[in-house]
């Protein structure tokens, strides 16, 4: 029972040298002028609450998290997180019993290809949404592939998985979309579904991808799978047997 009794209090004794090794800034007390937590933790809780669905609605990132975001988006943290979603996507979809009709369904932007150049010199979500620029940015069509996206498109094609993408993008994009995908290497899909924007004026993103997902169940296809970066890609009806939000905390789109 003595020995009991020492080993115990040795293993206490070690657990609390080791955790004091360890400064856990996320349960202390905000201390000093101001009372602000260090600018590194309150952004990577700005982070989590963009892809927790915590913090919605707003139209640009702190100013103090550029740097943050940037270092984020540009290292090999984005494209882990990106391989953990679509290494899930892809252990879902191979357990399933695939019929003729099943689909996946894929947003464009920030999931199929990326925007990063873009908003690399844009202070990554720092500086407000210019339309403009950005119509200028998709008609170049060198939006670079998503690697970890690719993957799983190219497996769910194996599992005789149809695809179709999904995208907020305009029909005047309908042309530029088609072949920067085929550049990036998504080379077949099923569908290519751009926005008519005479139908859709003053609706959200979400209500236009409810709408078009609705369409496609009409049409009697099966939703398996579901993959964007924005929440709106993923909540309404029709959205999918399952959904996987890849990581994007530069924008919000309503």
């Known amino acids: 029972m003595k020995?009991?009794?020492?080993?115990?209090?040795?293993?206490t004794i070690v657990a609390t040298c080791h955790a004091a090794n360890f400064r856990i800034f996320p349960l202390q007390m905000k201390t000093g002028l101001g009372a602000h937590y260090p600018p590194k933790i309150s952004c990577a809780s700005w982070r989590l609450g963009v892809e927790a669905h915590n913090l919605i609605g707003f139209t640009t990132i702190p100013k103090e998290c550029e740097e943050f975001n940037g270092e984020y988006m540009l290292s090999e943290q984005y494209r882990s997180d990106s391989k953990t979603v679509n290494r899930e996507a892809y252990y879902y979809a191979r357990d399933l019993e695939i019929a003729s009709n099943d689909i996946w369904v894929f947003d464009v932007d920030e999931t199929a290809i990326s925007n990063l150049p873009y908003y690399a010199e844009h202070g990554f979500g720092v500086e407000p949404f210019n339309s403009t620029a950005i119509d200028e940015w998709i008609e170049l069509g060198e939006l670079p592939v998503l690697?970890?996206?690719i993957k799983l498109y190219n497996k769910l094609l194996s599992l005789n998985i149809k695809i179709v993408f999904l995208t907020e993008r305009s029909l005047v994009h309908e042309k530029i979309t088609a072949e920067?995908?085929?550049?990036?290497?998504?080379?077949t899909w099923e569908k290519l579904i751009v926005k008519d924007k005479s139908i859709y004026a003053g609706k959200?993103?979400?209500?236009?991808?409810t709408a078009e997902r609705k369409k496609l169940v009409e049409e009697g296809y099966r939703i398996i799978g579901n993959t964007g970066d924005q929440w709106t890609d993923l909540l309404g009806k029709h959205k999918g047997d399952r959904t996987f939000k890849l990581p994007n905390p530069m924008f919000y789109i309503p």
């Open 180 to 187: 920067n995908l085929k550049k990036a290497g998504y080379y």
């Open 204 to 209: 959200t993103s979400q209500e236009y991808k």
């Open 3 to 11: 020995m009991k009794v020492v080993i115990f209090f040795l293993a």
């Open 147 to 149: 690697p970890e996206t």
